[in-house]
Nanobody, 116 residues
């Protein structure tokens, strides 16, 4: 299993970013997936999840209405569109399966930094 996140960066509050997650080594198209994030000194938390076909999504209350999760099973890729970013969104963002993660296969993550 390999999970490669990209698309992070430094953005001002109110700005937008689009994260990508390229997956390999498992059958992506039948796997529920999620984006997770970990801020300094805090536990990793689930941000958004999506069913295998993409028809159902779920969001943490803190990002509801601002973030949109999607996937392209033909490309084994998942996305996270993040709008109206806030400083509290600053974290390293990871992708993995949901709800049971590939615990030994966390990627390097992608850093998102939102300045006020």
């Amino acid at each position: 299993v390999q999970l490669v996140e990209s698309g992070g960066g430094l953005v001002q509050a109110g700005g937008s970013l689009r994260l990508s997650c390229k997956a390999s080594g498992f059958t992506f198209s039948i796997t529920y997936m999620a984006w997770y994030r970990q801020a300094p000194g805090k536990q990793r938390e689930m941000v958004a999840a999506i069913t295998s076909g993409g028809g159902t999504t779920n969001y943490a209350d803190s990002v509801k209405g601002r973030f949109t999760i999607s996937r392209d099973n033909a490309k084994n890729t998942m996305y996270l569109q993040m709008n109206s970013l806030k400083p509290e969104d600053t974290a390293v963002y990871y992708c993995n399966a949901f709800p049971t993660t590939y615990e030994n296969s966390w990627g390097q993550g992608t850093q998102v930094t939102v300045s006020s």
